[in-house]
């Protein structure tokens, strides 16, 4: 089959490879439509030092598995992990304590161990997979996993409506948290150096500043959604005593913290990565979160090296490939 | 009158200083005994870049003040803040909020902008004063300061009582961090390098390791009480994804984060700082929480220069400095 293929910091698109094959409990899953993210350019650049098929933000159409499940269209949660397939007594001490997010043993599609879905077709364990309602389209339903990912963040705070929150950072992630968070919250602004970015948060009618705009110390809660070290500058600069910097974004390298500011000022730093599925997708349903504007670029599979070259620009939004185009 | 005085990294013992003169809504409290924690040896080194008497651990008794107050024997709360001076139209952003901890304009004994306790006087607001009961010693009070400082790990994180924790640091604040936690969680322990410290925890019925004998990924809350990159290090490898690190120390300087790591692992970095002065009286005086056993050293406050050093020296506990000794 066709596939784009990443290793030593490269990427190519391949037509000798293999068809993945299920293992037991697994679906074997057309892909019709995959989006680039911030990760994916991360894999190029050594993180995760992954080799193999990228892409594990997706929508197919299951083709082999259980009978229930041939023929339904589907996203797919990204971590495959030891409880899929283990029984209780051989499973990880996460997944023994019902923490399998973070199984110690976990494969994570196109990022860990395990081939992803910038593919023709792809493979992932039954209990991953949700069913995409009929009105949701291929091009709203390849947003599942990020805004997923965005709306962990709601999990994990506990927010009570009272916040201030900034958003550093108005790439593809930062949008989708931006938009996640708008209507929950006192106060959300975005904040980025990228014109176009911060045009597209202004578009969907949310708050935008420059970085020098942002007041020191303003906000309840900021989440850092850019992945550079000046973006993390921003975040605590812009973080009051006692509030709370989530972290969405991997970094290339180990950065330098004021660890004593974190200290005095009491700051949670919260790091944030996969989240739910059934939420996002009934977000996206009931039409509470626009995302169709974020996509900038379609490319074919066979295209995928120009697509992840277009990715990586200023300004770029969501970047689709399609087997099909 | 007589002082320990910090300016330019050096600490010197002056007899030369002004007595201090208590403003409205001060007290002046003449100083029975005071002890040297981390953050005073951190002022050495150029912490806060503080000039100054240093010294916000101390029990003494008000000489001048509110008649209520007057022969009074008391701790202080370390953080002057601006709701105890200024109207509620003139306080800072952080105290018209409720959270005077923070105030952004606060003054802290011994720390920030005002003299401390390593004197023959000190003056402090009355609102930070609390009054030691008599059946607790003073040198059992001087250690209301960093133990309330330790059971704000219990305000701020609201364990549920199965947590397995890691003190990381059996020094000063280590051990009474430990002590803190180890009737309030099912698993504690202590690590650290000093054979000494560690002996200290064991005498207190609490398990200890090397650093080298500690799990990666074993503990769900670690308290990093060192203030040194590689107990930074040791608290990182050994929390587990999805659990929290407190980080009570300061440090020197910035320190190389993975912040990939703590997205990946979904970690909660928590900054702890001052805590609540009657709970620690009320540990001490009900004698959940020994402290006496701590105590290495008595230092008159003339010989404050070799207090500092010893206070300075690896295995050394809590050590004293007493204007009357």
């Known amino acids: 089959m066709i596939g784009a293929w990443v290793a030593g910091g490269s990427i190519a698109v391949r037509d000798d490879l293999e068809n993945p094959r299920p293992r037991e409990g697994d679906a074997l899953i057309r892909v019709h439509v995959a ?3 911030g990760t994916d350019l991360g894999l190029l650049r050594g993180y995760a030092s ?23 269209r589907v996203v797919c949660e990204i971590n495959v992990t030891c409880d899929s397939y283990e029984a209780a007594e051989a499973r990880c001490p996460q997944c023994s304590a019902g923490r399998s997010a973070h199984c110690t043993r976990r494969e994570v599609l196109g990022i860990r161990g395990r081939d992803g879905a910038f593919a023709e077709w792809v493979t992932a364990p039954i209990r991953n997979l949700h069913r995409v309602p009929d009105d949701v389209s291929d ?11 965005a ?6 705070l506990g927010l009570d409506g009272r916040e201030r929150v900034l958003v550093v950072g108005p790439g593809r992630l930062g949008q989708l948290v931006a938009r ?14 990228s014109d176009g970015a911060r045009a597209r948060s202004k578009a969907a009618g949310i708050a935008t500043r420059n970085f020098d705009e942002v007041r020191g110390g303003a906000y309840d809660v900021v989440v850092e959604c850019t992945g550079h070290p000046d973006g993390f500058e921003v975040a605590r600069a812009s973080t009051r005593a006692g509030g709370t910097i989530v972290v969405k974004s991997t970094y290339n390298n180990v950065l330098p913290v004021d660890i004593s500011s974190l200290v005095v000022d009491e700051i949670h730093l919260v790091g944030s990565r996969c989240g739910p599925f059934p939420a996002a997708l009934a977000a996206l349903e ?10 900038t670029d379609r490319f074919a599979l066979s295209d995928a090296r120009a697509a ?6 200023s ?3 969501k970047v689709l490939l399609s087997p099909t185009a």
Chains 1, 2 share one sequence.
């Open 180 to 193: 996640s968070l708008v209507a929950k919250v006192s106060c959300l602004e975005v904040t980025g150096r």
């Open 35 to 37: 989006g680039i993210c």
């Open 286 to 295: 009931e039409g509470r979160i626009q995302v169709l504007d974020l996509i």
């Open 139 to 149: 091009e709203t339903a390849v947003f599942v996993e990020p805004l997923a990912a």
């Open 151 to 156: 709306l962990r963040i709601q999990e994990q």
């Open 315 to 317: 300004g770029a939004g």
């Open 50 to 72: 992954f080799e193999g098929i990228p892409g594990h933000e997706f929508v197919g159409t299951v083709e082999e598995g259980p009978s229930s499940w041939v023929g339904a």
């Open 308 to 313: 992840f070259k277009r990715a990586g620009t």
